[in-house]
């Protein structure tokens, strides 16, 4: 069983193109997906008062894979407020233990003109940003008075060591490279994660060769040597800026898939570009990340491999063949709706 959350924004939207191309792979190549949908975020504070009700909780943990649109928006936007959209989110990951986010990057050529910088310089990227995605300041104790605030971030060896395992297995199926990025010059959370990271890649991946970046240097280098990473390990609020700056890589944020994983086979997976509430309800919203995610849902929690290689080929068939949405769209090109460039791509399936 597959659990959809459509949540807030442009969420149902794209939602609806996962729900779509999912049936699509399931038809052609025989299988039977069962699917559940349920609230999160600001629909489901609207609906029950609870960003995360008691029953998505339950959809959730009984199904192979969670498939999320976005969580938030203006409407429930006020800082004060002691229930939030976001909570939704933060609530489920920790509930399924999943604290492995993986965002891969790459850039097709026939998206290079939609990119701010030159094509000289993202040509040929192709990279995975690997975000510690349960642990430190998100998740650590928050305090605030009239005159302070204060977050708390923590991180253990044993969570350090887990998503650097995670990162590595991964660099060793690709160019066997990894770049672990901190603030160990400032922050002792990363000083620790430096040391643990050092240890065990020296004593369990020593064919693996290891760079480590100051997280603004690591700002940088993206932006001027995006062509030298392969996989990129780093804690959570870093992993959070920094795969946003990345995206601009590939052009958009709507053509970029997340998948969140634990333990078990069981993970959530969400494109990367969020609510963007400005466009909700307009059929404006770029279904290619949501797409891409729904062919990591099914590669990772349901090993079908194939299946997810037939969906990641038709996404680029059909931006190859100048299927474009608003946010990757030079001057010339047509746009197409969401919808529509759904069908582009289900057309595209081969």
């Given at each position: 069983m597959i659990t959809l959350l459509p949540g807030d924004g442009i969420g149902p939207e794209v939602t609806t193109a996962a729900h779509r191309i999912l049936q699509e792979v399931a038809s052609r190549y025989g299988h039977a997906f069962?699917?559940?949908?349920?609230?999160?975020?600001?629909?489901?504070?609207?609906?029950?008062?609870?960003?995360?009700?008691?029953?998505?909780?339950?959809?959730?943990?009984?199904?192979?894979?969670?498939?999320?649109g976005a969580v938030g928006g203006p409407k429930w936007s006020d800082p004060n407020a002691t229930v939030r959209p976001e909570q939704g989110l933060l609530g489920l990951r920790s509930r399924l233990g999943v604290y492995a986010n993986l965002r891969p990057v790459k850039v097709l050529d026939a998206l290079n003109g939609t990119s701010p910088l030159k094509a000289e310089i993202i040509q040929g990227v192709d990279l995975v940003v690997v975000r510690e995605l349960t642990g430190g300041i998100y998740f650590g104790e928050k305090t605030?008075?009239?005159?302070?605030?204060?977050?708390?971030?923590?991180?253990?060896?044993?969570?350090?060591?887990r998503i650097v395992r995670v990162a590595a297995r991964l660099a060793a199926t690709r160019r066997g490279k990894l770049c672990s990025i901190d603030k160990a010059n400032v922050l002792?959370?990363?000083?620790?994660?430096?040391?643990?990271?050092?240890?065990?890649?020296?004593?369990?991946?020593?064919?693996?060769?290891?760079?480590?970046?100051?997280?603004?240097?690591?700002?940088?280098?993206?932006?001027?040597?995006?062509?030298?990473?392969?996989?990129?390990?780093?804690?959570?609020?870093?992993?959070?800026?920094?795969?946003?700056?990345?995206?601009?890589?590939?052009?958009?944020?709507?053509?970029?898939?997340?998948?969140?994983?634990?333990?078990?086979?069981?993970?959530?997976?969400?494109?990367?570009?969020?609510?963007?509430?400005?466009?909700?309800?307009?059929?404006?919203?770029?279904?290619?990340?949501?797409?891409?995610?729904?062919?990591?849902?099914?590669?990772?929690?349901?090993?079908?491999?194939?299946?997810?290689?037939?969906?990641?080929?038709?996404?680029d068939a059909a931006i190859v063949a100048g299927a474009r949405t608003a946010d990757i769209a030079c001057d010339d090109d047509a746009v197409l709706s969401t919808s529509d460039m759904t069908d582009r791509i289900i057309a595209a399936i081969d």
């Open positions: 069962e699917f559940s949908k349920q609230l999160i975020g600001g629909a489901a504070i609207d609906e029950t008062g609870r960003p995360l009700p008691e029953a998505t909780i339950v959809s959730c943990e009984r199904s192979d894979a969670v498939f999320l605030r008075d009239e005159t302070s605030a204060s977050d708390l971030c923590t991180y253990h060896t044993v969570e350090i060591e002792e959370t990363s000083r620790l994660w430096r040391d643990v990271t050092n240890r065990l890649m020296r004593d369990e991946f020593p064919d693996i060769e290891l760079e480590t970046l100051l997280v603004d240097a690591a700002a940088m280098h993206l932006l001027s040597r995006p062509r030298d990473f392969d996989v990129i390990v780093t804690e959570n609020m870093f992993g959070d800026i920094l795969t946003d700056e990345a995206s601009m890589l590939a052009g958009s944020l709507g053509m970029l898939p997340s998948a969140s994983l634990g333990e078990s086979a069981l993970g959530i997976y969400e494109p990367i570009h969020g609510s963007a509430p400005d466009i909700a309800g307009k059929g404006l919203a770029n279904p290619c990340g949501a797409l891409a995610s729904a062919a990591m849902l099914l590669r990772h929690s349901l090993g079908l491999d194939a299946e997810a290689a037939a969906i990641e080929a038709a996404i």
